[in-house]
């Protein structure tokens, strides 16, 4: 979302308030991330929360210009929701057909962004500086709204061949037409064999996630150098990293790609574009 406009009130003697729009949002970190930024830079303002029942998702949007909020993160369920009432959804998150950062701009009309598939992108950078999507097949598990994202920004920064799987295989066929090349759909029986020569396997699916159970994926295939990405980050180290961990893969899990996201967000915001720091990842991890 490079150069998304400053929304009304940015200056740095106002007071800006933006959150998150979800049901439920009780558990997110993103407060921790962004108000840890907001007092790093001396920046007054607020990241709160915002619970709204998807039955007041139109209502809460319309809101946002009318209270001179900033904007909002979108979260589960709303990604999708959110769509019909932003005027201005980037190339991008239209492709996705999610959005997770809407911005008010000057006029008042929202602009909606999706930085979830580059956050995780960067997070594997972060991890593997020398990583390129274009580096090596890359496997993706999951065809959700976050395996969506993931696939169509790795796509668009030039991956050659995506793998995606996904435990009902008629999901991952119809997101391999609608993308098309380099997405090709695999069989969920034949997803340890699409492991063979991989740069890079990313699980984007809960499975893993406290209180879910394992991904269900043998390692055996995968190439030792290849990277092992998960979108969850509670907890820190999932069953399928831990495996990973093991074999000697890098590893990188869905604390980065919450960081990473955020970013671009809290510039469109407050104006300044904030460093992920050792100081702000042991705030979030006091949280665990």
């Known amino acids: 979302m490079a150069g998304a406009p400053t929304p009304p009130g940015a200056s740095p003697h106002a007071f800006g308030v933006a959150g998150l729009l979800g049901w439920p949002v009780a558990h997110s970190r993103s407060p921790v991330i962004h108000n840890f930024w907001l007092r790093e830079h001396g920046i007054p303002g607020r990241y709160v929360l915002f619970p709204v029942p998807p039955e007041r998702v139109g209502d809460a949007l319309r809101g946002l210009s009318a209270l001179s909020l900033r904007g909002c993160n979108v979260t589960t369920p709303h990604k999708q929701a959110v769509m019909p009432f932003v005027e201005h959804v980037d190339p991008l998150a239209r492709r996705i057909g999610a959005v997770n950062t809407i911005v008010v701009r000057p006029d008042g009309s929202l602009a909606g962004f999706n930085n979830d598939g580059n956050g995780f992108i960067q997070s594997v950078r972060d991890t593997k500086p020398g990583w390129r999507p274009d580096s090596g097949p890359i496997v993706v598990v999951g065809a959700g709204a976050a395996g969506r994202a993931i696939v169509a920004s790795l796509a668009d920064q ?4 995506i793998r995606l799987v996904n435990r009902t295989d008629a999901r991952a066929s119809a997101l391999a037409e609608e993308f098309g090349p380099p997405v090709r759909a695999h069989p969920w ?7 063979a020569g991989a740069a890079l396997l990313v699980n984007a699916t809960d499975r893993g996630m406290a209180g879910k159970g394992p991904l269900d994926l043998d390692l055996a295939l995968l190439p030792a150098e290849a990277v092992v990405g998960d979108i969850i980050y509670t907890p820190p180290v999932t069953p399928l990293l831990a495996a990973a961990r093991q074999r000697g893969h890098p590893t990188v ?6 960081l990473n996201q955020a970013r671009p967000a809290f510039h469109a915001w407050f104006g300044v574009m904030p460093a992920i720091g050792p100081d702000l990842v042991r705030a979030i991890e006091a949280t665990f």
């Open 189 to 195: 029986v034949e997803r340890a064999g699409v492991l």
């Open 158 to 161: 030039g991956a050659r061949e």
């Open 253 to 258: 899990n869905g604390l980065g790609l919450l």
